[in-house]
């Protein structure tokens, strides 16, 4: 699944190459399935994407926005896969979404678990579910350490949270998903199932400032090794903890590094570096 860094960098890519080309012909999939989400029929989808030229595309969370000039939006969301950028208009054998350009050249989605295919007016994409009353990213102005600590002492007030629970539910902190949550705590010296009542402040700044540094750090490379780019390309942050790293040594203090299963996901660590 794409994650914040991923999808940056494929917004940075679609606006270097896609920005002004005009729609010829656009589809939505050829292979049925039941975890893609639509909210147009496939010829509503086609009659209104066809003549409208892409917009310069952002990011907020897990959710890619591409303008479809005039007075759309085409809004990607929550999805892993392949968003493949070609230089001819064939068509993939199996795609969810597929548009044709005026010079030729082409863009193909095919989802892998799940994800969203949405085409909307503009302005009414902000009512969708997820999207509306979306809480600030980690590359956002407003996640600040003050509001980031004021996050903190809220979700402690409600009840009982852990560091994973604040870094992958319920997308308190939109964008991050399991993947690049693992990171984090490694690199954070956090246990996933360290709870937030028992950090100390330095420790809470901490998190803070590993979660800038490690998602800078993730987009300088491209995104995850095991995700690739509009061009087919693997992005170049290794991962630390991943089912790949289990049982091999800790690159800081060379200890198995393990792996539990919490929060409805596996969980990768370092017993020694990232205790409870």
């Avoid at 292979?31 to 010829?43: G, I």
């Avoid at 809470?204 to 995850?224: D, F, N, P, Q, S």
Wanted: with cysteine; hydrophobic share 35%.
């Amino acid at each position: 699944m794409f994650e914040l860094p991923e999808l940056i960098n494929l917004s940075k890519q679609i606006n270097h190459s896609l920005v002004g080309l005009k729609v010829t012909n656009g589809e939505l999939g050829n292979s049925p399935h039941k975890f893609v989400w639509y909210n147009l029929e496939h010829a509503d989808f086609t009659k209104l994407i066809k003549g409208k030229q892409v917009g310069s595309s952002y990011v907020k969370g897990r959710w890619l926005f591409v303008p479809m000039e005039p007075g759309y939006r085409l809004v990607l969301g929550e999805f892993g896969g392949k968003l493949l950028y070609s230089s001819d208009s064939k068509k993939p054998d199996k795609y969810h979404l597929w548009i044709e350009f005026d010079n030729q050249s082409s863009l193909s989605l095919v989802i892998q678990m799940w994800g969203a295919i949405e085409l909307y007016k503009s302005g009414l994409e902000q009512e969708r579910q997820y999207i509306k009353n979306m809480r600030p990213d980690p590359l956002h102005q407003d996640f600040t350490e003050s509001y980031f600590l004021n996050l903190i002492d809220q979700l402690i007030a409600e009840g009982k949270r852990s560091v994973k629970g604040l870094l992958t539910q319920e997308q308190l902190l939109p964008g991050l998903g399991n993947s690049i949550a693992q990171e984090i705590m490694f690199n954070a010296c956090l246990h996933p199932k360290k709870e937030l009542k028992e950090l100390h402040r330095s420790e809470r700044v901490h998190l803070y400032e590993t979660i800038l540094a490690t998602m800078k750090k993730a987009i300088a490379l491209g995104g995850r090794q095991d995700e690739v780019d509009l061009y087919h390309q693997p992005g170049r942050y290794k991962r630390l903890m991943s089912s790949r790293t289990v049982g091999k040594p800790c690159s800081v203090c060379g200890a198995p590094i393990q792996k539990i299963q919490y929060l409805g996901g596996a969980c990768v660590y370092c017993p020694i570096c990232q205790k409870l």
